[in-house]
């Protein structure tokens, strides 16, 4: 499927235009696309001498051997080929917040119930790199198996350099303020309620054309996001295919001395020069690219009878690992959306669950928290950690008593990352001045409603010690 999707005209103020984007519509599809007519070659990947003197070059997102079904690969063709740059050097000073293997000596963990508050934009001049820092996650980059949690808070466009993740795919949610991302696929605009995927690999550069910008990023290792099966559900529904969008061939060409490629590599930044931009893909084709999604074309399902559907009704996205309905990383949105079950605790139900939870709220509400949890902040549920809705909640729905009509849900997104794997923690989060040490107090109210029936009596009569 090659539909285009044009999308409003917008304009750059800090270098070059993003103007009359075009994009290609599908999931997984093999795209093609040029910037200039002819640029692709016809009936082979890597002629001898490509269109326009232009040089060939794979990007690999999975094993040369995968099955066909999962085999991604696109082919670039470009005025100079990536490797032509000075050798790589650690980054100095030090990052020193990035985290991709996670074990006793970086990070430490906690059964309980943790939430963050927004963090403040900073003052002083910080980009998407210097702003990216890890919060949690489990397993390890180097034995492609495991997942981290970031968060950004920039103010500043990226300048002459490009990033690039060698240890696995991002998924960016923007929360406040749009970015504006080229990649070596082309360039997308991403505004909050929209996600992207840049996969493992990909040389991207981000632009920050509304000044300050907060954000969550999940990084997946050894996997690659994809729809989640429908089942019984059947043929449509949740995320369709034909709403995520690919980018269109773009470039730049000249020189571009001291052009730097950040390069993440084992959680650890290093640089290397070039003389030229990365930017430099005259024409591609291949189903490994980077992708956008609008979270508002969302199409949720709900019980329309008795009891709260499982969260994971509304998966978007999925990582999956190798044992079947058992995922690396679930990305869930909380949308709008009408709730219309009869005699029902119509909120999220209180939980336990063997999978862990991180939770963000992009704009709005929550329906389970009616105070604390904010836009631009976090929580983090544990395996078997308990959770759900807070007392004001409880109580609110429980007097609407079984009467109550139905009642739409609006001006909402919240999203979680839920993972199989145990998330360990960076001391960074945990020593914030941001989080938040009374969350625990949001429960504490909950109170005993327990009665019982004295039958023989007919009355009820309230059990000895109740709150």
Not at 81 to 103: A, I, R, Y
Not at 180 to 185: L, R, S
Not at 301 to 330: E, M, R
Request: net charge negative.
């Amino acid at each position: 499927m090659m539909d285009k999707k044009k999308q409003q005209s917008v304009s750059k103020s800090d270098g070059g235009e993003f103007s009359d984007l075009d994009y290609q519509s599908g999931f997984g599809n093999s795209f093609s696309s040029e910037a200039i007519d002819g640029a692709l070659p016809l009936g082979q990947n890597s002629p001898l001498v490509c269109p326009y003197g232009l040089y060939a070059e794979q990007i690999s997102g999975t094993s040369f051997t995968s099955p066909r079904y999962s085999n991604q690969r696109s082919w670039l063709y470009r005025i100079k080929p990536s490797v032509t740059h000075e050798p790589f050097k650690p980054l100095v000073p030090d990052h020193g917040k990035l985290v991709s293997e996670f074990n006793k000596s970086n990070t430490s963990t906690t059964p309980t119930q943790l939430r963050w508050k927004p963090v403040d934009i900073p003052q002083s001049p910080t980009d998407f790199i210097d702003g990216l820092y890890t919060v949690c996650g489990a397993g390890s980059s180097f034995l492609r198996h495991g997942f981290a949690i970031h968060m950004y808070t920039a103010n500043k466009s990226m300048d002459n350099c490009a990033f690039c993740n060698a240890d696995g795919d991002f998924l960016v949610v923007p929360q406040k303020g749009r970015l504006w991302i080229t990649t070596e696929c082309g360039r997308l605009q991403v505004s909050p309620g929209e996600i992207v995927v840049l996969p493992q690999g990909f040389r991207f550069s981000v632009c920050l054309p509304d000044g300050p910008s907060r954000g969550y990023v999940v990084e997946v290792f050894g996997s690659h996001f994809q729809l989640p099966d429908l089942g019984p559900i059947g043929a449509n529904g949740l995320a369709a295919p034909r709403d995520f969008l690919v980018p269109t061939a773009w470039f730049e060409e000249g020189s571009r001395p001291g052009f730097t490629i950040v390069q993440k590599f084992g959680g650890e930044l290093f640089t290397a020069r070039q003389d030229f931009s990365p930017f430099n893909v005259v024409a591609w084709h291949g189903n490994y690219t980077p992708y956008k999604y609008d979270l508002s074309k969302f199409c949720p399902y709900n019980t329309v009878l008795v009891d709260h559907s499982d969260p994971s009704i509304n998966t978007v996205l999925t990582a999956p690992t190798d044992k079947p309905g058992v995922a690396l990383l679930d990305f869930v949105i909380f949308p709008p959306r009408w709730l219309v079950a009869e005699h029902t605790f119509r909120p999220p139900y209180y939980h336990r669950n063997c999978m862990s939870e991180f939770m963000g709220l992009i704009s709005g509400g929550y329906e389970a928290k009616a105070d604390g949890f904010l836009p631009g902040g976090a929580s983090l549920h544990s395996c078997m950690t308990p959770h759900g809705p807070d007392t004001k909640t409880f109580e609110a729905t429980v007097a609407h008593g079984n009467e109550a009509g139905p009642h739409k849900i609006t001006d909402t997104m919240a999203f979680m990352f839920e993972s199989c794997l145990i998330p360990r923690i960076c001391p960074w989060a945990l020593e914030s001045p941001f989080i938040d040490h009374d969350y625990y107090q949001c429960w504490i109210g909950l109170k005993s409603h327990f009665t019982r029936l004295d039958i023989q009596n007919g009355h009820k009569e309230t059990v000895d010690g109740d709150n």
